[in-house]
Every structure is written in structure tokens, then in C-alpha cells.
């Protein structure tokens, strides 16, 4: 930190407006707000939904980092406005925009729904031939078990991989980085026993091997999934489970 | 008012992907090269065939070819394509821990004992290469 | 008007709705089920939870033990019958979301592992990590993505409930994506939206916390229960209010004055030792240990801190291994928020609202006054959680009755017929109330300073410590506000995802929640846990061991009624907190 850095009295934000009902294309307003250091971008978008302009629309919920609503791009990179603070983006403008991937409905608001289908499509839950009755209690599993699959278990469904993942941009059939980090959860969570039903969704041209491994999804994730991760392992055991099948056709796999 | 709208179905929008899209930041660039650097593989790959594939044809063409390869701009070309092919390889072998997780019963294999088996093996790999040629 | 028709409908996503969308499912799955929410189900406030959910597992454990603790805790105001069945069915319902795929913390040898908490005796609440309410959340959402009866109306807000021939029989939303005013017929609803933590400024609360429920119910006439009683949980982030789990302090935190002194010791909560003692100090009842901290502050031992007075928490002596093993989200938390770490230094917290342990009246099925409307979580008040909530009831809270809510409202559903036609009149009518009262309102007052005065209002008058002259000021506030109220204007009269209409319709839910939060405190003159009146200080048990009803009326005050708290095994008796007793 310089000495000479003064902390300013107020920064601009440059935020990206669609308001379908007046206008065909979108357009920037700028604001100027109040900058305290303890800040975060959403402190600033709720100040200007406040006390500037109330039509401004955008989403946001637990303020924390949990939730996963308020998903936007700062300066072009995905982040959580909740967990981003103004003094970062000094000295500003700050621009504001939703997130990439995604159809916009109303200014800084996108539609999931694309999201919302292929989550239900790799089948993100515990698949078991038989189910054990509540009686008999719970399924064992140790620490370790649980550590296997622990990571890929934290993502809030923020999307900040979708907006930051090319290839979904340019390929909208693609599953994406989330969807397959959750049916990997599932795969590695000992008392599943599922991975067949979702190799049959995932192993798809627009499964995990739509991805080419950019990586960027990793970076931008603000919970540490890793997706890029998890499905490089896919592609790995789905390459095993299909040299597995051709040279072992009697084995049950 | 906007006269496109329609009450209850807004025209959500959708905005174009630009062509240099991959020139926005610097990982999607990162990205790209290394992408490309495929090219240059399978070019290193072609030419090796090609060698192995003139071998057949006896001495003189053996020759003939030799005398090609050791044209000055040639080599300096093949040198440039060492690197790209080196850049790629290590990018690829960095990654490998990413991809492989080997548990050991209760523990995971540290990614960095990943790593070193993936370049161990590539040095072995190469020793063995370089002894077939160089000295058989 | 377009409707669509389904058998039983949930208003909200959370844990309670998604679990009662399941046991409908479950008890018959011929029957058509429509999850309304307001957000996305994964956004849900439940996902904010962290310390865990209480289940009476351990063999040193039992029932009796868990219903004890859960009704000294509440300070006797929790329904005995209520509590008996909650605690019965707690281990079953935290087993069946295991074997749904909830990833609990466990022990070496595979079993579920469990941690002490607040007012417990025994160690009974599972955790997931201190991501606990994150993970239920997000195994249950995924489960219910299996059923396929289950469908989900996603952003569709809901302004008003169905009723005629004294039926609740659907709901009026808009569909935020587009502005559209659906009418969702259904032959039952369950109410599961949540809390009402926004009336206050200050809030571990989402910002969807807005009482929405409670407000549907109580314009339908359903009777508003112990609205008087809000939780202040007593380690919440200065400034931003985030929760500090209660699983800091059940692994060994400790909370200390400016003079780096464990000040719980001068408050009848224990003498401090090394390790967490059960039942005492930082691990007695969250209203306690709130009330001390007024004392610290008014006694000038607080700390000073640019946002107020606060307390020290103080988890250093874990260490940095067990608390990246056991609470990591609080250091994730306490680095973000607040640009400490606590491993190395102290944390700043002072008590935050953070749970209503009132809500819409209903009997221990989940079922209301109302035939066909049931609620169940914290919109809800059965009673279990009395005048006081224990931590790590609420989770498994949700799952109990939110089963219970959806097999009773889907064997009733079952048995009904089809909706009646003149509900579209109804239904019309309010369309045009939405857009001639608030899309094309253009008045001079603005959402935002009418909430803010509302909230500060609710915090001077309402808080911690209460008195009749700080209450009938807040309600003469508060009164003012739902005048100006009625003058509102917007600056955005579109219909596509207007959120300032949202923030509107909100507003008027909090007004609600708010009156009846302060009617009910100046109706009840006497102190119970959350509860504390220093014209009243004393707990009286002769008049008011009784629930508060509160009921809307058209005009003027609501009236508020008493009725009594059933005791089936426990009688009344003193908490005891720290100290050897005879009937513990």
C-alpha cells in the first residue's frame, strides 16, 4: 500500500441496462456512489437501488457467499457481488454486467433455465439398487470416504463457470463445468452406485468431452469445486470404463 | 416504449460471441496457443513417420532426405518447432495431476508425486529414444 | 386469467417445502405437487444454516433428554405433545436425508459423528462440516429433482391466498420473468417461506427474509402465534450481521470482554473452564447469553468498535487444524467479512436478530385454522421451540414437519374436489389491486426510507430488552409508515422482473409481521426467554403460560388472545444454565 494512495470519496459504476419493454438493445448507466472501504460491489448496487434508481434490477439473497444469486461480471470477470470488494476494482469506473452464457431477461438478470434442465439431467442424486430401510440406520462411510468427493459437494450453483467456460459460449449444448463437477460428487460419494446411468448423459460430445480444458471455470469458482478437475477425472475413468468394455465384454463393469 | 415488445414475453437478449473472443483475456489466449500447438505435433509427428517410412527406401533416398533436413532454414524451423512441442508437452504434463487422483487406501497420492512420475517417465522415454539412435 | 390446477402446492423452497414436496410425493405419489418460490430453491435461506441438526442418536442419549432440554430452553412455552413427537421423529428424519445423500460429518469409524450445542445436555447435533443447512439444502433440492409428480414454479412471487367456503384452495403469484399474474389452484397449500427477520436493521437474515407467509396467512385470518418472541443469536458480524455458528463456541470458543474476561461467569451461566462444559457458559441458551452482552455493553465493559459495541470471540486455543477441520466456513467468513483471522486474532460479534421462533398458528399435523392451509419451518409456530429456539433445533425442525405438513395436507388434498370456478373472480380482483395499488403507483413516498424507519423503529422498541412506553413508540412508527405506506410510488412501473415491486410487495409483508411482533410484546407483560420486559421482569406462569394469538382485523388495533401451552410431562420449573440442579 503507497502512501500516496487517497481513499476516495465516491466511485463510479458503469452498470449494463435491458429494459425490453422501452428499448431493443441494451444500454450503460453510470452512477457515481458512496465508497467505503467495507464494501462490497452489492452494498453499492443496493445504495443505487436505494437512493438513485429503484428500476434497476438485479438479484441477491444471503449476502455471504452461499446462496449463489448475485453472479455478475465486474470489469469483464466473473464474480460474487457479495463477496467483492469496491476497493479492488479501484480507482474505477467500475462496469457492470450479467453474467456471460446466459440470455438476459432484465438488466443485470440472465435466465438459468438452460442451467436449471442439465442439472436435472445428470441425475445429482444418491442412486442405490436397493435402498436401505431408516430403521437399520445410516450408511457407513469414514472421513476418508466422505473426503473423496467433499470438494466437488460445495458448489452454490453460482455459474460463474458457465460465464466463464468458451466453450459454452460458443457450443450452448454443452453440459458444462457445475453440472459435471455435481454428478461427479455423486460418482466418488461411496454410497452411490449410479455411475453407470450418468456415463451413459455424460459420455455425450456435449458431456465432458465437450470440454478442452481451458480451465477458466477453476479459476473464477468462488468455492474452490474445481470443476475443470473433476471432469478431466471423467474423462480419465470413462476412458478406463471403455477400454475396460471392449477388452472385458463378459465382466460386469 | 418499445413497439418489439409484446406484454408477457419480453424478447430476452442474447449477445453475440466476437470472433477474437479468445483475445479478451489472457488465459483464453494461453488457451488458444496451446491449443495450437497440436499442429505442430502432428507436423514433428509427420516428419518422423516420413523418416521411418524413407528408411525402406534405401540409401539413396535415405541420403537425399538427409541433405533436405539439413538445410539451415530447415533446421532453424525444426528448432522453433522443438519449443513449441516442448511448450505443449509441459503445459500437458502440468496437468496431469489434475486428471490422475490415485488413492492408496486411506490416502490420496500427493500431486505432486503425479507430476514427477509423468516427467520421470517422459525422461525415460526420451533416454531410451535418444539411445536407439544415437548410439545403435 | 390463465390458472393452472395441481393438488398440493408450496409456498416457498427451502428445507420445509422441499421436504413436505417430497412426503407428498411419497404418501401418494398419484398426487400433482407445484413448488412456488420466490427464488430459486437452491438460493433459500436454509442454505445460510451452519451449526448443524439436532437428533438424539448417542446411546447415552435419549428422548427424554432432548425433549427436556428443548422445553427448559424454551423457556416452558413449547408445547409438550409437540416437542414429544419432534424429538421422536428427529433420528429418523436425519437418517432418511443421509440416505438421501446428505454428506454428514462422521466419526473414524463411519458412523454419524456429533457435536455439542446451546442448552443441550448431551451431544446430539449432526453436522455437515459447519455447512449444515448448505448441504441439507442442496441434498434435498436434488432429491426432489427424482419425482417427477413435482413440478416448480421458479421467481414466481405469491401475493395472496385462494379462499372461499372457509378452504384455502390456491394462490395468486406473478411470475417475475414476465410480470404475468398466474392463478395456481390447489386442493392444499403449505406455507413454508420462512421467517421475517427484516423487520430489524441489523440481521444474520437474507434479504428474502421478509415474512411473506406470515402475511398471506394472517390476511386470510389465520391467527399469528408468539410473534413476540425473535431470537437474537449472540455472535453475528458487526456491520454485515453474518452469523457466526454457535459450533464456534461448541467446539471451544469463548467470549470475552474489553478486559479479555469470560464476562458469561457473572451472569448465572456457569464458572468457565478450559473445554466446553454442556448447558453452561458460551454453550448456555442463546437468549441468555444475548442479554448478558446488553448488560456488558450498559455496564461500559464492551469493546468499542466503529460499528458499536461488540464482544470478543475467541477460538485461537483451537488452533488452526481443528478449526480448518471442524468450522472452516467461519474462518472463510471472519477473513472475507471481516479481514480477520481467527486463528490468529480475536473475532468481533455482537448479538444479531436471527430467527422468529413465532409464526402462523398450527397444531402439531402442520394443519392451520384454515381448512386446506398448512405451514411448516419457521413461518410456522407448532410450538416447539417455545420462547426460546435451541441451535440445531431448526434444521431438524424443518425436515419433522415439513414431512408431517405434506402427509397431512396430501391425505386431505386427496379428498377434496376440484377448486371452484368463483375463485377467478377472486383472483381478478387481485390483479387489478396489484397494478392500480402498486405497479402504477406513483405517490411521493419511496420504498426504501419507509423501510428503514420501520427497521429502526423495530430496534429501539423491539429489541433485546423491551418496555410498554419503547413498544407503543415503535407502534406509533410503525403505524406512520403503513399510512405513508399507502402513498408509495415506484420508479419502475415495467413488468419484466421488476424487483422494485418485489421490494414493494415486501414491504408490506414486513408492515404486517412487524404490528404483530409489537402487539403481541405489549400484550404479553411479563419476561419469558426471548421475551424480556423491564416493566415485567419477572416470568409469570399463573397468566402466561399461554401462546399469543394475534389476528388481523380490517380496522384499527388486531386483537390478541391467549391460549395455553399444552404440558404433558414437564412441569414448569426454573433454567438452569452452569449450575448443579435437582431436576436435571
Known sequence: ???????????????????????????????????????????????????????????????????????????????????????????????????????????????IGDFMNKLSDVKPWLIRDEEKPVEDGEYLQTPSQLADYKQYSMCINCMLCYSACPVYRLEPEFIGPAAIALAQRYNL????????????????????????????????????????????????????????????????? | MNPGYRLYYPRWYRKRVPIFWWLHKRSYAVFIARELTSVFVVYAVAVVVALVLTLNKGEPAWEAAMSRLSHPLVITAHVLVLFVILFHTITWLNLAPMAIVVKLGDRKVPPTAVLIGHYGAWFACSVVVAWLLLWR | MDSVIHDVLLVGGGGAGLRAAIAVSETNPGLSVAVVSKVYPMR?????????????????????????????????????????????????????????????????????????????????????????????????????????????????FVTRLLVDNGRCQGVVAIELASGRVQTLFAKAVIVCSGGGGKIFPFTTNANIKTGDGMALAYHAGVPLKDMEFVQYHPTGLPFTGILITEAARAEGGWLLNKDGYRYLQDYDLGTPEPKPVKRSMELGPRDRLSQAFVKESQAGRAVSSPYGDVVHLDIRHLGEAEIDKKIPFVRELCLKYQKVDPVHD??????????????????????????????????????????????????????????????????????????????????????????????????????????????????????????????????????????????????????????????????????????????????????????????????????????????????GAPRVEFKPVTVTKWPPGERVYGRKASDV
Not at chain 3, 53 to 73: C, Q
Request: hydrophobic residues 40%; aromatic residues 8%; contains cysteine.
Open chain 1, 189 to 253: 460419494d461411496s454410497r452411490d452406485e449410479g455411475a453407470e446411468e450418468r456415463m451413459d448423459v455424460l459420455s455425450q460430445h456435449d458431456g465432458i468431452w465437450g470440454c478442452t480444458l481451458v480451465g477458466e471455470c477453476t479459476e473464477v469458482c468462488p468455492k474452490g469445486v474445481d470443476p475443470a478437475g473433476a471432469i478431466q477425472r471423467y474423462k480419465v475413468s470413462a476412458t478406463m470404463d471403455y477400454f475396460k468394455s471392449l477388452l472385458m465384454p463378459r465382466s460386469s463393469s
Open chain 3, 346 to 555: 480475536m473475532i468481533p460479534v455482537r448479538p444479531v436478530v436471527h430467527y422468529m421462533m413465532g409464526g402462523i398458528d398450527t397444531d402439531i399435523q402442520g394443519a392451520t385454522a384454515l381448512d386446506g392451509l398448512y405451514a411448516a419451518g419457521e413461518v410456522a409456530c407448532v410450538n416447539i421451540n417455545g420462547a426460546n429456539r435451541l441451535g440445531s433445533n431448526s434444521l431438524t425442525e424443518l425436515l419433522v414437519f415439513g414431512a408431517r405438513a405434506g402427509r397431512a395436507a396430501a391425505q386431505f388434498a386427496a379428498a377434496q374436489p376440484a377448486p371452484s370456478a368463483a375463485l377467478i373472480a377472486q383472483a381478478e380482483d387481485e390483479e387489478r389491486r396489484l397494478k392500480t395499488e402498486f405497479l402504477d403507483a406513483s405517490g411521493p413516498e419511496r420504498v426504501a426510507p419507509l423501510r428503514k424507519e420501520m427497521q429502526a423503529a423495530m430496534e429501539a422498541g423491539a429489541g433485546i430488552y423491551r418496555n410498554a412506553e419503547g413498544l407503543n413508540d415503535a407502534v406509533e412508527t410503525v403505524n406512520g409508515v403503513r399510512e405513508r405506506f399507502q402513498r408509495i410510488g415506484l420508479d419502475d412501473h415495467s413488468r419484466t422482473f421488476n424487483t422494485e415491486l418485489v421490494s414493494v410487495l415486501e414491504l408490506s409483508s414486513l408492515l404486517d409481521v412487524a404490528g404483530a411482533v409489537l402487539d403481541s410484546a405489549l400484550a404479553r407483560t411479563e419476561s419469558r426467554g426471548a421475551h424480556q420486559r423491564t416493566d415485567y421482569p419477572d416470568r409469570d406462569d399463573d397468566e402466561f403460560l399461554a401462546h399469543s394469538l394475534v389476528y388481523r382485523s380490517d380496522d
Open chain 3, 44 to 156: 433459500s435461506h436454509t442454505g445460510a444454516a451452519e451449526g448443524g441438526a439436532a437428533g438424539a442418536v448417542r446411546p447415552e442419549d435419549s428422548l427424554e433428554a432432548h425433549a427436556y432440554d428443548t422445553i427448559s430452553g424454551g423457556a416452558w412455552l413449547c408445547d409438550q405433545d409437540a416437542v414429544e413427537a419432534f424429538v421422536e421423529e428427529a433420528p429418523k428424519e436425519l437418517i432418511q436425508l443421509e440416505h438421501w445423500g446428505c454428506p454428514w460429518s462422521r466419526q473414524p469409524d463411519g458412523h454419524i459423528a456429533t457435536r455439542p450445542f446451546g442448552g443441550m445436555k448431551i451431544e446430539r447435533t449432526w453436522y455437515a462440516a459447519d455447512k449444515t443447512g448448505f448441504h441439507m439444502l442442496h441434498a434435498l433440492f436434488q432429491t426432489t429433482l427424482r419425482y417427477p409428480p413435482i413440478t416448480r414454479y421458479d421467481e414466481f
Open chain 1, 1 to 111: 500500500m503507497s502512501e500516496t494512495l487517497t481513499v476516495p470519496e465516491t466511485v463510479i459504476l458503469e452498470v449494463f441496462r435491458y429494459r425490453p419493454e422501452v428499448e431493443s438493445e441494451p444500454t450503460f448507466d453510470s452512477f457515481e456512489v458512496p465508497f467505503h472501504p467495507e464494501w462490497m460491489i452489492l452494498d453499492a448496487l443496493n445504495y443505487i437501488k436505494d437512493d438513485l434508481d429503484g428500476s434497476l434490477s438485479y438479484r441477491w439473497a444471503c449476502r455471504m457467499g452461499v446462496c449463489g444469486s448475485c453472479g455478475m461480471l465486474a470489469n469483464g470477470q466473473p464474480v460474487l457481488t457479495c463477496a467483492t470488494y469496491l476497493e479492488s476494482l479501484l480507482p474505477g469506473p467500475i462496469r457492470i454486467e450479467p453474467l456471460e452464457g446466459f440470455p438476459v431477461i432484465r438488466d443485470l438478470v440472465g435466465d
